[in-house]
């Protein structure tokens, strides 16, 4: 069983803002470890809860956020941040409230985005974006799905190097249409120092597109920072097989990395 509570946190942003979030709590004696879960540019979804529940069921504490709402925002291309950055300190703030929890291992906390959240679980992994806010400290394994490969170390904002020392698993459709190359993940990783590659694995998930963990109908949007960043229409699909694999590598995925209960 688990316990589901609505919380309000602290961002670390310059200017107060509280950020809501969806608390699951498994009912297992003891401090667990927790995964916070970010979503895209659309929003919260019932794609976070299609994770929270798997990774409960294994004896981690979830906490999905809602990085919309208290800024205003709708969603999509025109109704998301600026900056994926901005929005860091929504996560470290997230992460000081559910370490500082009594249920929660604090030594445990990883992170898992999606689309524009993935983004951010990318940057939570360098040492520029991690420093500022934890210093020596720093997420246990960070799980980045459909992170928009083809704009790191290419575009000003998405610097991915000089890692912190935790594995970081990047999952990626192989239809996406924001980097219209099955292999995006793997060219990514392949750029790397041999110091930063040695902490990072990808899989891909066939015949998936942008958004393949989102239940619903099919639908093309426009964003653009699609079809490599030429903008223009994209594909976004849900495939059952490919949210099911990737839900059981978020468990085995964290399990390996930071335990269970």
Known sequence: MTSLHYVALPSLHESPLSIAGRLRVPEIEGRLPAVILLHGSAGPSAREGGYAEPLNAAGFITLELDQWSPRGLVGGAEGRPRTVVETLPDLYGARAWLAAHPRVDAARIGVIGF??????????????????????????????????????????????????????????????????????????????????????????????????DMPGEARQVQDPAGNRGQGGLLTMAYNAQAAARSHRLAVSFFSEAMGSS
């Open 115 to 212: 689309s524009f959240g993935a983004v951010a679980t990318m940057l939570a992994a360098t040492h520029a974006q991690n420093d500022p806010f934890l210093g020596d400290a720093h997420f246990a394994a960070l799980m980045p799905v459909y992170p928009i490969c083809h704009l790191y170390n290419r575009v000003r904002g998405f610097e991915f190097g000089d890692l912190v020392d935790a594995p970081v698993l990047i999952v990626t459709g192989a239809l996406d249409g924001y980097d219209n190359d099955p292999k995006a993940g793997e060219t990514l990783v392949a750029s790397l120092s041999d110091a930063d590659r040695a902490k990072v694995r990808t899989e891909v998930m066939a015949e998936a597109h942008h958004g393949f």
